[in-house]
């Protein structure tokens, strides 16, 4: 009868120290991966709430709507306009700035294309928000002189205000013309003496578009005293997010249709809700 194989030697155990070497080696690349998490600039902006003007006010000592060959009116109450303030496109934004930005309610973390979509450089950007503010300039002053049914050959309209770019005042430039042109078309203010802050864009023809960043720009108008908030009908779900308490939300598609929102919180007739 032939003998039984002898089972093969098992292979010899590895030392304590080369099992530590291998293991120190595979931690290697997991810590290079966490710290170029937790250290390397990530391809997103934190934008927060930023200033406000009145249109119907000055900046830097300037009346921000000058009207020329018309009579202008005297107002009360505020029209403002609203921004957010965001980091600069070459600013380092880490995974700690990202997590902190998703658990406050004041701060919002975009995708930094959404925030600044062209240009690569600040200087970039900022001469493109020029423009698109100029833009939007000549944009409500049409809007504002055509819903009037005035000609603009018989009226001069200039803008001022420092430190804003972009087209998202359009809405509020239109509506302050029209407040220092004609008020609420009876002998009183398109404002009704209160605080009114909103956004939006504006063509021509007094369409009103939508710009983002809402629920920071109404804790903005919150901030600085509004009581009611003027948002294109579009953005109400992301107004109504984040919405102060206090603060009505009045959505509107038009420039006539803000202008009669408006008149109809004075005389106590339908406003639009979102």
Not at 18 to 38: D, E, H
Not at 217 to 224: F, P, S, V
Not at 253 to 265: Q, R, W
């Amino acid at each position: 009868m032939p003998a039984a194989a002898s089972p093969p030697p098992s292979p010899p155990a590895p030392r304590r120290g080369t099992r530590a070497r291998i293991l120190g080696l595979c931690a290697v690349p997991v810590v290079a991966l966490l710290a170029v998490a937790l250290f390397a600039p990530l391809p997103f902006s934190i934008a927060q709430p930023g200033m406000t003007a009145d249109v119907l006010g000055s900046s830097r000592g300037k009346p921000v709507i000058s009207i020329s060959d018309a009579e202008s009116r005297r107002t009360t109450g505020q029209l403002r306009m609203t921004t957010i303030a965001a980091t600069n496109p070459d600013a380092h934004v880490g995974f700690g700035d990202v997590v902190d930005g998703w658990f406050r309610a004041d701060r919002a973390v975009l995708p930094r294309e959404s925030v600044y979509p062209v240009g690569d450089t600040t200087k970039e950007i900022q001469r493109y928000n020029a423009r698109q503010f100029r833009k939007s300039q000549d944009a409500a002053t049409a809007s504002a002189l055509r819903y009037l049914h005035r000609s603009p050959d018989d009226v001069r309209v200039t803008l001022r205000l420092a430190d804003v770019g972009g087209p998202s005042a359009g809405l509020l430039f239109s509506l302050g013309i029209v407040d220092k042109l004609d008020g609420d078309g009876s002998g009183g203010d398109l404002t009704g003496g209160r605080t009114i802050a909103g956004t939006g864009t504006i063509t021509a023809d007094g369409e009103v578009g939508a710009v983002g960043g809402v629920p920071l720009k109404t804790q903005a108008a919150k901030r600085d005293g509004a009581t009611v908030f003027l948002v294109p009908r579009a953005e109400c779900d992301d107004a109504q997010a984040e919405l102060p308490k206090g603060l009505r939300l009045v959505p509107v598609t038009t420039l006539e249709g803000a202008v009669n929102a408006l008149k109809a919180l004075e005389t106590g007739g339908r406003v639009p809700s979102c």
